[in-house]
């Protein structure tokens, strides 16, 4: 279920999916398909791990990749979670062919 809200959607970023919403900063980006697949992703990474772990997931590889990058964007582009859905946002049918944990594949360090 998509909702807008500028105010739950962090400065800087036009979406968050906090399972099982997707809760976009304006109503012109419904019809972005890219970014809805993005976050649709994100529902799927957030169902696979049963929601709670996948957060604490995300936050402990975001603390390690800030760390690593000493750089906000770039700590959050490399998150596994980002690298796979940006990596995929633009193919409309890949989460008809995604296995199970593909977010797996995308943790390796690999600068975006």
Avoid: C
């Avoid at 799927?44 to 791990?49: A, G, K, N, T, V």
């Amino acid at each position: 279920m998509i909702f807008i809200s500028k105010y739950l959607v962090p400065k800087g970023y036009t979406g968050i999916t906090i399972f099982p919403f997707v809760f976009l900063k304006s109503k012109n980006l419904k019809g972005n398909q890219a970014l809805i697949n993005h976050e649709k992703i994100h529902l799927r990474q957030q169902l696979e791990l049963l929601v709670i772990p996948f957060y604490v997931f995300y936050i402990v590889e975001f603390l390690v990749r800030l760390i690593q990058y000493r750089n906000w964007q770039i700590a959050y582009r490399n998150i596994s979670f980002e690298r796979e859905a940006y990596t995929n946002q633009l193919s409309l049918n890949y989460l008809k062919q995604r296995t199970f944990w593909s977010f797996l594949n995308y943790l390796r360090v690999n600068d975006i």
